[in-house]
C-alpha cells in the first residue's frame, strides 16, 4: 500500500535534478573507476556555449528554480572553465551542485566557488589516509579533500557539504574512524555506498573489494547506530532495494527516481535515467530538435526502464527498481 501510494506521487513529481558529465577525464584512478585520466580537459567535453544550449533546452522542460544541475564526471574540476559553466547555470535560475574527489580544491577555487552560488558540494573520503591514498591512487588525495572540506565547514558559506563514502572491504574498518573524524570537524551529511556487482563495472580488483553479505548488514547496523546518535545526517545511497532490511536504515522505503525527478545528460547530450545501470534506456539527446516531443513522451513512465525485472519476485515491492544487492 505504502509503495503504490509513493508510486502515484513520485510520478506527478516535477523533474529537480540532473547530472552533467561535465567530462570523462580525471586527475586521479580510483579502483572501481574506468574514467579516463588525463592532465587536460578531455578532447570530446563540449564547449561552453554548447552547454548553455542544454540549458536552454532544459528551461522548456521544467522549472529552473525547482532544479539543480549537478556536475560529475570524471572530475568536474578538471574543466578549466567551472566557474564560468557554474555562472551560467545560475544565470539562468538553476541551482546547482558538483560532485568532486576533492583533489584540486584549492581556496581560490573554493572562494570563487562559492560567489558564483554554488548550493551543495559532494566530496568523496573512501577510508583514512592510508586506505583513501591507496583507494584514489594518489599520496595527496586524503590531505588535500580534507583541506577542501575543512575550508567548506570553517568559511561558513551557504553551500551544503556532503561526505561520499564507497564503502569496500578495505575501509570497512575504517568506517567508525570516519564517522568521528566528521563530527569532530563539524561537518553535517555523509553518504554511504557499496560497491555492488550488479551495478558497477567489476573487475578482479572490485571482486576483492566487494563487501561480505555480513559486512553489508553490520554496516546497515552500524548507520542505524549513528543515526541514534544523531551528530551527522547519514543517508545510505543508491544500493537499490534492500527487501525488508532497509527498514529502519532509510527514512522512506527505497524508489528509484531516474528517470522520474531525476536524469543523467551525458557530455555529448545523450539523456540517459541512469548511467549505474548497463544498458540504460536512453530518452533521447538534448541537441536534436525534437527531443522536448520526446521527453514528454518518456519522462516519468517506467515500462522500458529496466526489462530484466519482468518476473521478478520482489518488482512489485521495488516498483522496478534495481536490485542489487543479494542480501
Same mark, same amino acid.
Request: charge should be positive; charged fraction near 25%.
Given at each position: 500500500? !505504502?509503495?503504490? /501510494?509513493? #508510486?502515484? &506521487?513520485? $510520478? +506527478?513529481?516535477?523533474?529537480?535534478? =540532473? ?62 572553465? !567551472?566557474?564560468? /559553466?557554474? #555562472?551560467? &547555470?545560475? $544565470? +539562468?535560475?538553476?541551482?546547482?551542485? =558538483? ?229
Amino acid at each position: 500500500m !505504502i509503495r503504490r /501510494l509513493f #508510486k502515484k &506521487v513520485k $510520478k +506527478r513529481e516535477p523533474l529537480q535534478k =540532473i547530472y552533467w558529465v561535465a567530462t570523462q577525464s580525471c586527475n586521479l584512478e580510483c579502483k572501481y573507476c574506468t574514467c579516463i585520466k588525463k592532465d587536460l580537459q578531455f578532447a570530446c567535453d563540449i564547449e561552453i556555449e554548447e552547454f548553455c544550449k542544454i540549458l536552454d533546452t532544459i528551461q522548456k522542460i521544467a522549472n529552473p528554480q525547482q532544479v539543480m544541475i549537478v556536475f560529475s564526471g570524471g572530475e568536474p574540476l578538471m574543466r578549466t572553465d !567551472i566557474v564560468e /559553466l557554474g #555562472k551560467e &547555470v545560475v $544565470k +539562468r535560475g538553476f541551482k546547482w551542485g =558538483i560532485e568532486t574527489n576533492g583533489f584540486a580544491l584549492t581556496s581560490e577555487l573554493i572562494r570563487k566557488l562559492i560567489v558564483t552560488g554554488l548550493n551543495k558540494i559532494w566530496i568523496s573520503v573512501n577510508g583514512m589516509e592510508s586506505v583513501h591514498n591507496w583507494y584514489k591512487g594518489h599520496a595527496k588525495s586524503f590531505e588535500n579533500a580534507m583541506y577542501g572540506i575543512k575550508q567548506f565547514v570553517n568559511q561558513g558559506s551557504n553551500v551544503d557539504l556532503e561526505i561520499t563514502t564507497i564503502v569496500h572491504a578495505k575501509n570497512y574498518d575504517d568506517l567508525n574512524l570516519l564517522h568521528d573524524m566528521f563530527v569532530y570537524l563539524k561537518v553535517k551529511n555523509w553518504r554511504l555506498l557499496a560497491i555492488n556487482p550488479n551495478r558497477d563495472k567489476f573487475n578482479a580488483v572490485l571482486e576483492q573489494l566487494r563487501l561480505s553479505n555480513f559486512q553489508f548488514g553490520q554496516l546497515l547496523n552500524s548507520i542505524k547506530g549513528w543515526q541514534r546518535q544523531k551528530y551527522l545526517n547519514i543517508d545510505l545511497g543508491c544500493n537499490g532495494f534492500l527487501t525488508s532490511k532497509e527498514f529502519g536504515v532509510i527514512e522512506h522505503p527505497f524508489s528509484c527516481t531516474t528517470g522520474y525527478n531525476s536524469i543523467t545528460i551525458k557530455n555529448d547530450g545523450s539523456v540517459y535515467r541512469c548511467p549505474k545501470i548497463p544498458n540504460s534506456p536512453k530518452i533521447g539527446n538534448v541537441f536534436d530538435d525534437n527531443f522536448t516531443q520526446e521527453w514528454s513522451r518518456v519522462f516519468g513512465t517506467k515500462d522500458d526502464k529496466i526489462k530484466v525485472c519482468n518476473g521478478c519476485s520482489n518488482e512489485k515491492l521495488c516498483m522496478g527498481c534495481c536490485l542489487i544487492k543479494d542480501v
